[in-house]
C-alpha cells in the first residue's frame, strides 16, 4: 500500500480503554507527522519501532513503516534502524517497562553514544496489558497484583536518569496538552541526536493519574540553561514542569564513527569487495 | 631428521611474556620456507601470569591440527618445562630458561631472565627468544632471523633485533645438531577461523558487523573494527548482547546485511531475538564461537557442547539455518554462502564454530575466483506493484523492499497478517505458521541441491564427525591404521538425512568433543545410524591426532 492511499492512522481496531492517555499521545503522534511530512520529512523515509505493552498498539495504529519489536528492545532495534541507514528519520514508542526497566541499558547508552533517534515513552506508571502490576516509574505503595501490599521501590525519575545519561534532548508532554505535546514530538524528530520524549500517560483502568497531571502540570517557557538546572526541574514534585527540559546539540553518532558513509547506500561493489578482502589475504602471507 | 612428517614447536610461558606472538612468528617462519602448518594457542583466562603455551605443527603436507609429540620446545619459565617436559618427542630438543628453573640435567638452560633485563620490556621480550632459538635450531643465519624479527616484531624493533641476536648466538654455542627443515612449495596465506569467517561474510557483501566481547568470538569484532575502512563493513560494539541482536535485527529493515557474533552465554542473551528474527522473518546471521560449558566453564579453551543450543535455538516454530565448517578454509565460504541462505530464506542463521576453528591458525589458499560470481539471489518487490512485507506466496518467500520507499512495510514480532498489522485471527495465524513452514520445505529443497556434507578418504568404516573436530580426525587418520571413510555434515539444520540415508544401520563411529555425545544422537534420531563408538573428550583440550588414531584403530579393530 502507497502512503499517499494511507491516512497516518490506520483502520484498525483501537483496542485502548475509553479515555485512555495513549489516545492523546497518538493524536499527537498523528498531527506531528503530518507537520513534519509538510516539512520535507515524509513517511518514506521514516521507520518507527515499539515495545510490548498497551502502547506497542501505536504501531498497528499507525500507517509507518518500521518493526513492531520485543519487550524493551525497541531502543536497540531502532537504533539498528538508524545505523544502517543514517538518512531515515527513526522513532521508538516504548511504555515504561519497557524503555526504563526491561530495557533502560540500551537507552542510556543510545544517550550515551547519541544515536540519532527519538524516543517516545508512555509513562501511565504500571504494566497495564498485564493487569496493572507495578512498573519502574510507579510510585512507592503503588498496589497491584505483584504488590497488594503497596510497592516498596523508590520509583525511577526517567528525565533525571537520561539527564545523567548525556541526553542532548530531554522532554516530557502531556497528552492533555495535546497541541503542545504535537509540537515536542516534531522538535524531538527534528533534533540532530538522542531525544526522549518522556509522556505523562494517564491509565484509567489501573493508574488514573488525571486529576493529578491537571492539577501539577505546568507548561516550561523555555528549556533551563544547563544540566544541573534541567535535573532540579526533573526532580520537581510540587510541579510537574512539561516541555524541552534540557537541549544541546552534540556530534551524533554515525557522524562520529562513519561521518561520510551509509552501510546500505554506499556499497563497495562486488570486484572492490573481493579486491578489499584479497589485499587482507595477502598481508596474510 | 629431515624426512620427519611433522615437525612440531611449543612456546610456553606467562601470560605477557609474548608466547602467543612467539607462535605466530614460528608459523610466520614455516611459511616462509614453504611449509604447511597449524598453529594452536593455549591460553588461560587472565592478563599476567599464569601459563600459555603455542604450538605449532608443520609439514610439507596440508596439516590439519597440532601435535603434542614435540620436536622443539622453549619454557620460558620453570612451570612451562614442568608441563611440557612429558611432550618432549624422542630426538627433540628442549630449552629452558636457567635464570627461573636452576641448571637441570635434560634440556638446554638459557639465562634468559639476565638476558631480558637489559632490555625496556623485560617480559615481553622474552617472547622473541622463542624465535631465535628455532632460527638457530634450524640452521638458519643470522640474516634470515633478522628478516623474520623485522617482519613479526616491527614495534621496538631495535631490542628485539638485539635480544634475538643474542639468544641465537648463545643457542648456536650450546646445540651440536639442527633440523633443517626441508622446503614446501606451498604458497600459502596463514589465517585463524574467526578471520576466515570474518573475511568470506565480507566478501559475501557484508555490511555491519555487531557484536559484544566474549571469547572465542572476539577477534571477529577486533577483526571489522580494525579493517573498517578498507573492508567498509561498520563494526559496532554496543552494551550488551541483548543490544547486539537487536540492532542487527533493525538494521534489516533497511536492508543491512549484518552479522553478529558471540559464544554460548551471549547467544543465550540473544535468544529470544533470533525468535524474534524468525518471526519477522529478519536474516540475521549469528556465529556461535563455542567453549566448555555449561555458564562460564573454561573460558578460553574448546568443547563442542552447544550442538543442541544451537539446533534448538528460539521459542516456537521457525526455519532455522544451523551449519558449521570442518576447517578454517571452510569457515571462508560458509559464512560467505550462509549470509546468502539467511537472506534468501528471510530467516536466522547459526555459524556454529569451537574455540579450537575460531583460533587456531592454519595455512591455507583461498582463491576468490572459487567464490560463486551468482550468488543466491534475495527476492525483491517490483516497483510498481502493491506492496505487503509478508505477501503468501508459493514457495514461502516474501519480496523485500527497504525504505526510502512510498510503500508502508512494517514488520512485525507478533503474528501479523500479509501487510505486517498483528492479527490474533485464527485462519491467518495458521496461515502464517504455514508461510513459514513453506519456506522450510523451499530451503530443504535449495539445500539438496548444494554441498552439505563432506566426505574425506576412503574405507569400510565410517566415521561421523562435525565442526573443528573434522580437523582432528582427518589429521588422526595419518596415523591410524584403518581404512575408514570421514562423514562431516556441515549443515546441522535442516538435517542433509537425503545425504546421510545411505549410512542408515551402519555400525559408525563418532568423534566428537562433549561428554554426552550429541552428534551421535542426533545420527541416530534423524537417520537411524547407530553409532557403534562415540569417541567422546571434554577436558577442554582438542584431541591429540595420535591419541585419537590410537582411539579410532581401538573402536575399528
Given at each position: 500500500?502507497?502512503?499517499?492511499?494511507?491516512?497516518v492512522e490506520?483502520?484498525?481496531e483501537n483496542?485502548w480503554?475509553p479515555?485512555?492517555?495513549?489516545?492523546g499521545?497518538?493524536?499527537?503522534v498523528?498531527?506531528a507527522?503530518?507537520?513534519l511530512?509538510?516539512?520535507?520529512?515524509?513517511?518514506?523515509?521514516?521507520?518507527?519501532?515499539a515495545?510490548?505493552?498497551c502502547?506497542?498498539k501505536?504501531?498497528d495504529?499507525?500507517?509507518i513503516g518500521?518493526?513492531?519489536?520485543i519487550?524493551?528492545?525497541e531502543?536497540a532495534?531502532i537504533?539498528?534502524?538508524?545505523?544502517?541507514?543514517?538518512e531515515?528519520?527513526?522513532?521508538?514508542?516504548?511504555g515504561?517497562?519497557d524503555?526504563?526497566?526491561?530495557g533502560?541499558s540500551?537507552l542510556i547508552f543510545a544517550?550515551?553514544r547519541n544515536?540519532?533517534?527519538?524516543?517516545i515513552?508512555h509513562?501511565?506508571?504500571n504494566?497495564a496489558?498485564?493487569?496493572?502490576?507495578?512498573?519502574?516509574?510507579s510510585?512507592q505503595?503503588f498496589?497491584?497484583?505483584?504488590?497488594?501490599?503497596?510497592?516498596?521501590?523508590?520509583p525511577i525519575n526517567?528525565l533525571?536518569?537520561l539527564?545523567?545519561?548525556?541526553?542532548?534532548?530531554?522532554?516530557?508532554?502531556?497528552p492533555?496538552?495535546?497541541?503542545?505535546?504535537t509540537?515536542l514530538?516534531?522538535?524531538?524528530v527534528k533534533?540532530e541526536?538522542f531525544?526522549?520524549?518522556d509522556?505523562?500517560?494517564?491509565?484509567v483502568?489501573?493508574?488514573d493519574?488525571?486529576?493529578?497531571?491537571?492539577?501539577l502540570?505546568e507548561?516550561?517557557e523555555?528549556p533551563a540553561?544547563t544540566?544541573?538546572e534541567a535535573?532540579e526541574l526533573?526532580?520537581?514534585e510540587?510541579?510537574?514542569?512539561?516541555?524541552i527540559?534540557?537541549?544541546?546539540?552534540m556530534p551524533?553518532y554515525?557522524e562520529?564513527?562513519?561521518?561520510?558513509?551509509n552501510?546500505?547506500?554506499?556499497r563497495?561493489d562486488?570486484e572492490?569487495?573481493?579486491?578489499?578482502?584479497k589485499?587482507?589475504l595477502?598481508?596474510?602471507? | 631428521?629431515?624426512?620427519?612428517?611433522v615437525?612440531t614447536?611449543l612456546i610456553g610461558?606467562?601470560a605477557?611474556e609474548g608466547?602467543?606472538?612467539a607462535?605466530?612468528?614460528?608459523?610466520?617462519?614455516?611459511?616462509d620456507?614453504?611449509?604447511?602448518a597449524f598453529q594452536?594457542?593455549?591460553?588461560?583466562?587472565?592478563?599476567?601470569?599464569g601459563?600459555n603455551?603455542?604450538?605449532?605443527?608443520?609439514?610439507t603436507?596440508?596439516?590439519?591440527?597440532?601435535?603434542?609429540?614435540?620436536d622443539l620446545i622453549?619454557?620460558l619459565?620453570e612451570r612451562?618445562?614442568?608441563?611440557?617436559?612429558?611432550?618432549l618427542a624422542?630426538d627433540?630438543l628442549?630449552f629452558?630458561?636457567s635464570d627461573?628453573s636452576g641448571?637441570?640435567?635434560d634440556?638446554i638452560?638459557l639465562?634468559l631472565?639476565d638476558?631480558a633485563?637489559e632490555?625496556?620490556?623485560p617480559d615481553?621480550?622474552k617472547?622473541?627468544a622463542?624465535?631465535?632459538?628455532l632460527?638457530a635450531?634450524?640452521?638458519?643465519d643470522q640474516?634470515?632471523?633478522?628478516e623474520?624479527i623485522?617482519k613479526?616484531?616491527?614495534?621496538?624493533?631495535?631490542e628485539?633485533?638485539?635480544?634475538?641476536?643474542?639468544?641465537?648466538?648463545?643457542?648456536?654455542k650450546?646445540?651440536?645438531k639442527?633440523?633443517?627443515l626441508?622446503?614446501g612449495?606451498?604458497?600459502s596465506?596463514?589465517?585463524t577461523g574467526?578471520e576466515?569467517?570474518?573475511?568470506g561474510?565480507?566478501?559475501?557483501?557484508?555490511?555491519?558487523?555487531i557484536?559484544?566481547?566474549?571469547?572465542p568470538?572476539s577477534?571477529?569484532?577486533?577483526?571489522?573494527a580494525?579493517?573498517?575502512?578498507?573492508?567498509?563493513?561498520?563494526p559496532?560494539?554496543?552494551?550488551n548482547e541483548?543490544g547486539?541482536a537487536n540492532m542487527?535485527?533493525?538494521a534489516?529493515?533497511?536492508g543491512?546485511?549484518?552479522?553478529?557474533?558471540?559464544s554460548?552465554?551471549g547467544l543465550?542473551?540473544?535468544?529470544?531475538?533470533?525468535?524474534l528474527a524468525?518471526?519477522?522473518?529478519?536474516?540475521?546471521l549469528?556465529?556461535l564461537?563455542?567453549r566448555?560449558?555449561?555458564?562460564?566453564?573454561v573460558p578460553?579453551?574448546t568443547e563442542?557442547a552447544?550442538l543442541?543450543?544451537?539446533?534448538?535455538q528460539g521459542h516456537?516454530?521457525?526455519?532455522?539455518?544451523?551449519?558449521?565448517?570442518g576447517?578454517?578454509?571452510?569457515?571462508f565460504?560458509?559464512?560467505?554462502?550462509?549470509?546468502?541462505?539467511v537472506w534468501?530464506?528471510?530467516?536466522?542463521g547459526?555459524?556454529l564454530?569451537?574455540k579450537?576453528l575460531?583460533?587456531s591458525a592454519?595455512t591455507?589458499d583461498i582463491?576468490?575466483?572459487?567464490?560463486?560470481d551468482d550468488p543466491?539471489e534475495t527476492?525483491?518487490?517490483?516497483?510498481?506493484e502493491e506492496?505487503?512485507?509478508?505477501e503468501?506466496?508459493e514457495?514461502?518467500?516474501s519480496?523485500?523492499?527497504?525504505?526510502?520507499?512510498?510503500d508502508l512495510i512494517?514488520?512485525?514480532s507478533?503474528?501479523?497478517?500479509?501487510?505486517?498489522?498483528?492479527?490474533?485471527?485464527?485462519e491467518?495465524?495458521?496461515e502464517?505458521?504455514d508461510k513459514r513452514?513453506e519456506?522450510?520445505?523451499?530451503?530443504?529443497?535449495e539445500?539438496?541441491?548444494?554441498n552439505?556434507?563432506?566426505?574425506?578418504?576412503?574405507g569400510?568404516t565410517?566415521?561421523?564427525t562435525?565442526?573443528?573436530?573434522?580437523m582432528?580426525?582427518?589429521?588422526a587418520?595419518?596415523f591410524?591404521d584403518?581404512?575408514?571413510?570421514i562423514?562431516q555434515?556441515?549443515?546441522l539444520n535442516?538435517f542433509?538425512?537425503w545425504?546421510?540415508e545411505?549410512y542408515?544401520g551402519?555400525?559408525?563411529?563418532v568423534v566428537?568433543?562433549?561428554s554426552?555425545?550429541?552428534l551421535a544422537?542426533?545420527?541416530?534420531?534423524?537417520?537411524?545410524?547407530k553409532p557403534k563408538?562415540?569417541i567422546?573428550?571434554y577436558?577442554?583440550?582438542?584431541f591429540?591426532?595420535?591419541?585419537?588414531a590410537a582411539k579410532?584403530e581401538?573402536?575399528i579393530k
Amino acid at each position: 500500500m502507497k502512503f499517499d492511499d494511507l491516512d497516518v492512522e490506520s483502520e484498525i481496531e483501537n483496542t485502548w480503554c475509553p479515555g485512555c492517555g495513549n489516545f492523546g499521545l497518538l493524536n499527537s503522534v498523528k498531527q506531528a507527522v503530518k507537520k513534519l511530512e509538510d516539512e520535507g520529512i515524509g513517511r518514506d523515509i521514516m521507520l518507527i519501532s515499539a515495545g510490548i505493552g498497551c502502547h506497542g498498539k501505536i504501531f498497528d495504529y499507525l500507517n509507518i513503516g518500521g518493526l513492531y519489536s520485543i519487550h524493551g528492545r525497541e531502543s536497540a532495534t531502532i537504533q539498528g534502524m538508524k545505523f544502517a541507514n543514517p538518512e531515515l528519520k527513526v522513532m521508538a514508542f516504548g511504555g515504561d517497562g519497557d524503555a526504563y526497566g526491561e530495557g533502560l541499558s540500551h537507552l542510556i547508552f543510545a544517550a550515551k553514544r547519541n544515536a540519532d533517534i527519538t524516543m517516545i515513552v508512555h509513562n501511565n506508571g504500571n504494566y497495564a496489558l498485564t493487569t496493572g502490576q507495578k512498573s519502574p516509574t510507579s510510585v512507592q505503595g503503588f498496589k497491584g497484583p505483584s504488590s497488594p501490599e503497596g510497592s516498596v521501590n523508590e520509583p525511577i525519575n526517567p528525565l533525571r536518569v537520561l539527564l545523567s545519561s548525556d541526553a542532548g534532548f530531554v522532554a516530557r508532554g502531556y497528552p492533555g496538552k495535546m497541541q503542545h505535546l504535537t509540537d515536542l514530538i516534531v522538535e524531538a524528530v527534528k533534533h540532530e541526536g538522542f531525544s526522549l520524549v518522556d509522556v505523562l500517560q494517564p491509565c484509567v483502568t489501573f493508574n488514573d493519574t488525571y486529576e493529578k497531571y491537571n492539577e501539577l502540570v505546568e507548561v516550561l517557557e523555555k528549556p533551563a540553561e544547563t544540566r544541573k538546572e534541567a535535573v532540579e526541574l526533573a526532580e520537581e514534585e510540587e510541579r510537574l514542569p512539561i516541555g524541552i527540559l534540557y537541549k544541546e546539540e552534540m556530534p551524533v553518532y554515525n557522524e562520529k564513527v562513519y561521518p561520510e558513509g551509509n552501510p546500505v547506500e554506499d556499497r563497495m561493489d562486488r570486484e572492490e569487495r573481493l579486491e578489499a578482502v584479497k589485499k587482507i589475504l595477502d598481508e596474510k602471507r | 631428521m629431515k624426512d620427519k612428517d611433522v615437525f612440531t614447536y611449543l612456546i610456553g610461558g606467562k601470560a605477557g611474556e609474548g608466547v602467543k606472538k612467539a607462535g605466530a612468528a614460528a608459523t610466520s617462519l614455516f611459511l616462509d620456507l614453504g611449509r604447511e602448518a597449524f598453529q594452536m594457542d593455549d591460553y588461560q583466562s587472565l592478563i599476567r601470569g599464569g601459563h600459555n603455551f603455542s604450538v605449532v605443527s608443520t609439514s610439507t603436507r596440508e596439516i590439519y591440527s597440532h601435535h603434542m609429540e614435540v620436536d622443539l620446545i622453549v619454557n620460558l619459565d620453570e612451570r612451562s618445562r614442568d608441563i611440557h617436559e612429558g611432550h618432549l618427542a624422542e630426538d627433540g630438543l628442549m630449552f629452558y630458561n636457567s635464570d627461573d628453573s636452576g641448571e637441570k640435567d635434560d634440556g638446554i638452560g638459557l639465562p634468559l631472565g639476565d638476558m631480558a633485563k637489559e632490555y625496556s620490556k623485560p617480559d615481553l621480550i622474552k617472547g622473541v627468544a622463542g624465535v631465535a632459538v628455532l632460527a638457530a635450531c634450524n640452521g638458519m643465519d643470522q640474516k634470515d632471523l633478522k628478516e623474520l624479527i623485522e617482519k613479526e616484531y616491527s614495534r621496538g624493533v631495535e631490542e628485539n633485533l638485539s635480544f634475538g641476536v643474542e639468544v641465537y648466538e648463545e643457542v648456536d654455542k650450546k646445540i651440536d645438531k639442527t633440523f633443517e627443515l626441508e622446503e614446501g612449495k606451498s604458497e600459502s596465506t596463514v589465517l585463524t577461523g574467526n578471520e576466515s569467517l570474518s573475511l568470506g561474510a565480507a566478501a559475501g557483501g557484508l555490511d555491519m558487523y555487531i557484536g559484544y566481547p566474549m571469547t572465542p568470538a572476539s577477534s571477529i569484532l577486533h577483526l571489522f573494527a580494525g579493517h573498517k575502512d578498507k573492508l567498509q563493513v561498520l563494526p559496532i560494539h554496543p552494551e550488551n548482547e541483548i543490544g547486539v541482536a537487536n540492532m542487527a535485527v533493525g538494521a534489516t529493515v533497511p536492508g543491512a546485511r549484518v552479522m553478529v557474533g558471540t559464544s554460548g552465554g551471549g547467544l543465550a542473551l540473544m535468544e529470544e531475538t533470533v525468535s524474534l528474527a524468525g518471526m519477522t522473518e529478519a536474516p540475521v546471521l549469528f556465529v556461535l564461537a563455542s567453549r566448555p560449558g555449561p555458564s562460564t566453564g573454561v573460558p578460553t579453551y574448546t568443547e563442542q557442547a552447544d550442538l543442541n543450543f544451537a539446533l534448538n535455538q528460539g521459542h516456537g516454530e521457525f526455519p532455522l539455518i544451523v551449519a558449521s565448517p570442518g576447517s578454517v578454509k571452510e569457515a571462508f565460504f560458509l559464512s560467505n554462502e550462509m549470509l546468502e541462505l539467511v537472506w534468501k530464506y528471510q530467516t536466522p542463521g547459526i555459524f556454529l564454530t569451537e574455540k579450537h576453528l575460531s583460533e587456531s591458525a592454519k595455512t591455507l589458499d583461498i582463491d576468490l575466483d572459487s567464490l560463486d560470481d551468482d550468488p543466491l539471489e534475495t527476492k525483491m518487490a517490483a516497483e510498481d506493484e502493491e506492496y505487503k512485507r509478508y505477501e503468501k506466496t508459493e514457495d514461502g518467500i516474501s519480496p523485500l523492499k527497504f525504505p526510502p520507499a512510498e510503500d508502508l512495510i512494517q514488520w512485525n514480532s507478533y503474528e501479523h497478517d500479509e501487510m505486517g498489522y498483528t492479527t490474533e485471527n485464527a485462519e491467518t495465524v495458521e496461515e502464517m505458521h504455514d508461510k513459514r513452514r513453506e519456506k522450510n520445505e523451499t530451503l530443504i529443497l535449495e539445500l539438496k541441491e548444494m554441498n552439505t556434507v563432506n566426505e574425506f578418504n576412503e574405507g569400510d568404516t565410517v566415521i561421523f564427525t562435525f565442526g573443528s573436530t573434522t580437523m582432528s580426525v582427518r589429521e588422526a587418520l595419518k596415523f591410524a591404521d584403518v581404512d575408514a571413510k570421514i562423514v562431516q555434515p556441515v549443515y546441522l539444520n535442516p538435517f542433509p538425512v537425503w545425504e546421510l540415508e545411505e549410512y542408515m544401520g551402519e555400525d559408525a563411529v563418532v568423534v566428537e568433543q562433549n561428554s554426552t555425545g550429541q552428534l551421535a544422537t542426533l545420527l541416530r534420531e534423524k537417520c537411524r545410524i547407530k553409532p557403534k563408538t562415540v569417541i567422546r573428550k571434554y577436558d577442554g583440550r582438542a584431541f591429540e591426532p595420535r591419541e585419537l588414531a590410537a582411539k579410532i584403530e581401538e573402536a575399528i579393530k
